[in-house]
């Protein structure tokens, strides 16, 4: 190996070897952060709603005019619906998973305590005696809500049941130390005696708004939101589009005055909360892949440069019995510990970068383990971008070495 | 040491098609010390560069140290030369970046030799050339004339058969150029076979045999009496 003869060489022409090092650094320190960015994007988009996702869909129905009465005419517009071929469950909703609209509420379990930051906050989602079907959820204790249970809510109305639902996180977050069953909670978010049973418990389901701090805390009350409201809608396996396609005419048939839009499948309404989160994911790998490509034709120039700069010392290091795999050897192990001069400041400037963009940002901290998968790419990047000028390097002729010039 | 029989080498190009060596044959006997002369353009280079497995030839047959090398692989062009020729050229052809250590090393690693193997020869090359105490010495520290002993440092630290040297004097003044052709006549002496191209006629003549080349041909080969050139 001839790292020591290199490593001398490079000490004695040091900028150009450094300016590269800087380089590989700089781009180091920001694609492990990219990536880590990139990567936390993709693992929230992909984060589990809890319901059945491609059998389910929802949309609004708004009344128009005062022609009947909002409880009895929604009771109906869910007869209807639910009589669609194909449909297993259809219920008016408030909140939904990824819809990004809904309510919130304060949890506490004493009197005297008082909602303060986002700790003790939840989704308060309105379900009814079909909840599980509904969502396609998993019932892990207890049990869901009675049809009596269940009351029609308008708009104004407090929601302050006698019985709540609530779902795995949010169970353990307030009981971690055993069952919530029983248990008596206070969802109205204003300091009271708790007074809400828990009755049962539901496996994940998520938020509405899955970059809020408590993505996958929901707790479910037995409220039938009534009038111009929301539905939520689940078909058989493959029947999606057609119950899509025949909602507006079956909720006419049931009464005219009104309108019907937002009919919207759950792969919509996922792609509608994480459009930002997309965004931002193809911006910052856009300029991870735009920093790469300068920096390895930043290399490919500087090596292309040495190349033409050390044709006589390649002909004669030919000349006195260099192989044509020697020469591109020396190329590339000279790269190589530039490189990894510029991967170990790198690191450095990647762990001060991600700092800042914690404590400037509230980004997550950056784990080690992305160091070496970003200084990798970027170890790979530079023998890829020294292999052209390398391989010019092999063809130069071992008898430049007699010309005088 | 070396035999080329009836050589050609033709340097053909979309145009032109030159004949740098034509039906060329010469030997050269082991321990001899051959000077090539010539006008420039009538081969000399070519003929070294042929010599030194730098360039193939064209046609016709060279044999060195018993191997005929027509059709070798470059890699084994390589390490043929590596092992069995050494190098000194007229600019030196030193790696400025390296210190005469790393300059004389560079051949010996090519042939993988181990780290304490190559530092005695280094170390013994350099004191042999008179610079075995400037090892660590840059070439741009040095004088001409040290500068091409450097060079044949290098090219002796790998114990060669054959030394070829192109106009080894040509850059250096008079002093300088007496005292590497001394140096060659002492390794020479040693047994070295070397072959000298060269414009300097006076040189030449203290070389054991001189060969005159014109137009790609030998056209004189003269025996030197070096019973009046040591007395001179």
């Known amino acids: 190996m001839e790292i020591s003869p290199i490593l001398k060489s490079l000490r004695k022409n040091p900028v150009a070897a450094l300016l590269i090092a800087a380089q590989v650094a700089l781009t180091l320190a920001i694609l492990a952060n990219v990536l880590f960015i990139v990567s936390d994007r993709i693992a929230t988009m992909s984060m589990p709603s809890g319901i059945d996702e491609p059998n389910v869909f929802t949309f609004a129905s708004q009344d128009i005019g005062e022609g009947r009465n909002p409880i009895d005419g929604t009771l109906a517009d869910l007869d209807a619906v639910r009589a669609i071929p194909g449909v297993i469950a259809a219920a008016t909703q408030i909140g939904i998973p990824m819809g990004q609209s809904g309510w919130q509420t304060g949890v506490t379990l004493k009197a005297e305590e008082k909602v303060e930051g986002p700790e003790r906050l939840a989704a308060l989602y309105m379900v009814d005696e079909r909840m599980l079907d509904v969502y396609g959820m998993q019932l892990l204790e207890g049990r869901t809500f009675n049809a009596e249970e269940v009351i029609a809510w308008k708009t104004g109305d407090q929601p302050k049941p006698p019985v709540v639902i609530l779902n795995k996180a949010l169970s353990q977050k307030l009981f971690p130390d055993g069952s919530a069953l029983g248990r008596m909670i206070n969802i109205t978010g204003d300091p009271g005696e708790p007074a809400q049973q828990v009755v049962g418990v539901v496996d994940t389901i998520a938020s509405p708004w899955p970059r809020s701090q408590n993505p996958d805390r929901v707790v479910f009350v037995p409220f039938r939101p009534s009038g111009s409201t929301n539905f939520i809608v689940r078909t058989e396996p493959g029947e999606l589009d057609r119950v899509m396609a025949a909602i507006e005419e079956a909720l006419f048939k049931v009464d005219r005055n009104r309108i019907v839009d937002g009919i919207r499948d759950f792969k919509t309404t996922r792609a509608r909360a994480f459009e930002g989160d997309r965004a931002m994911a193809v911006l910052l790998a856009a300029i991870a892949l735009a920093l790469l490509a300068v920096t390895a034709f930043g290399i490919v120039g500087q090596v292309s440069f040495w190349v033409t700069q050390r044709t006589k010392q390649i002909g004669t290091r030919r000349a006195l019995g260099a192989r044509r795999s020697d020469i591109l050897r020396y190329f590339q192990l000279e790269n190589a510990l530039i490189v990894l001069l510029g991967i170990a400041v790198g690191c450095t400037l990647a762990m001060a970068i991600n700092g800042a963009l914690v404590k400037y940002l509230s980004f997550g901290a950056l784990p080690l383990s992305w160091l070496p998968i970003g200084a990798l790419v970027v170890l790979v990047l530079g023998q890829l971008a020294v292999l052209g000028p390398a391989l010019r390097a092999t063809r130069i002729a071992p008898a430049i070495a007699t010309r005088t010039a | ?232």
């Open chain 2, 1 to 232: 040491m070396l035999t080329m029989k009836s050589l050609k080498k033709i340097y053909r190009t979309a145009l032109v098609e030159t004949h740098a060596l034509r039906d060329f044959s010469l030997t050269v006997n082991s321990g001899e010390f051959v000077a090539v002369t010539g006008p420039s353009g009538s081969g000399k280079t070519t003929f070294l560069n042929i010599a030194g497995l730098l360039e193939e030839h064209t046609e016709g047959q060279y044999t060195l140290d018993g191997i005929n090398v027509s059709g070798m692989s470059d890699d084994q062009r390589s390490s043929l030369r590596n092992q069995k020729i050494g190098f000194i050229f007229q600019s030196f052809n030193l790696i400025a970046d390296l210190d005469l250590y790393d300059n004389v090393d560079v051949p010996l690693r090519y042939r993988g030799m181990p780290k304490a193997e190559r530092k005695q020869r280094i170390e013994q090359a350099l004191t042999r050339v008179g610079l075995g105490s400037r090892l660590h010495h840059y070439p741009a520290e040095l004088s001409g004339g040290q500068q091409q002993r450097v060079a044949i440092a290098r090219a002796l630290a790998g114990s060669p058969k054959l030394l070829l040297a192109d106009e080894p004097t040509g850059n250096l003044d008079t002093v300088m150029a007496r005292g590497v052709m001394e140096l060659l006549e002492e390794i020479n002496g040693q047994g070295t076979t070397i072959i000298m191209v060269t414009h300097d006629l006076e040189l030449a003549r203290r070389a054991g045999r001189h060969v005159h080349m014109v137009d790609g041909q030998v056209v004189d080969i003269a025996e030197t009496d070096f019973s009046s050139l040591r007395a001179a």
